[in-house]
């Protein structure tokens, strides 16, 4: 049975920072795409980051916009683990964060993502 059980969250200041952990068990996922997603209350859930294996035999990695320059997604295919280093942390940041895995296609579609886990609360406060 695949798993996929995040951890790390918590409250922070403004401008602190956060490391999110997603350990994935019941199969191998080196060749999937692993992403984090967020949901704020209210809101739907958007697309954060992703890293994905390429033609090119390397892992790339994708951000939205609004977190671009103060997020760095990682992975570590030994684990079947995959991180999120959160600086600069704003409280419009704060939502519940969302691990996903999938062979997608495009990296931003919540669809593409097969296996989900129950999310880790980031509450950034002002």
């Known amino acids: 049975q695949v798993q996929l059980v995040e951890s790390g969250g918590g409250l922070v200041q403004d401008g602190g920072s956060l490391r999110l952990s997603c350990a994935a068990s019941g199969r191998t996922f080196s060749s999937y795409t692993l992403a984090w997603f967020r949901q704020a209350p209210g809101k739907e859930r958007e697309f954060v980051s992703a890293i994905r294996w390429s033609s090119m035999s390397a892992y790339y990695a994708f951000y939205a916009d609004s977190v671009k320059g103060r997020f760095t997604i990682s992975r570590d295919n030994r684990k079947n683990t995959v991180y999120l280093q959160m600086n600069s942390l704003k409280p419009e940041d704060t939502a519940v964060y969302y691990c996903?895995?999938?062979?997608?296609?495009?990296?931003?579609?919540?669809?593409?993502?097969?296996?989900w886990g129950q999310g880790t609360q980031v509450t950034v406060a002002s």
């Open positions: 996903a895995a999938g062979l997608v296609g495009l990296e931003y579609r919540k669809p593409d993502y097969n296996y």
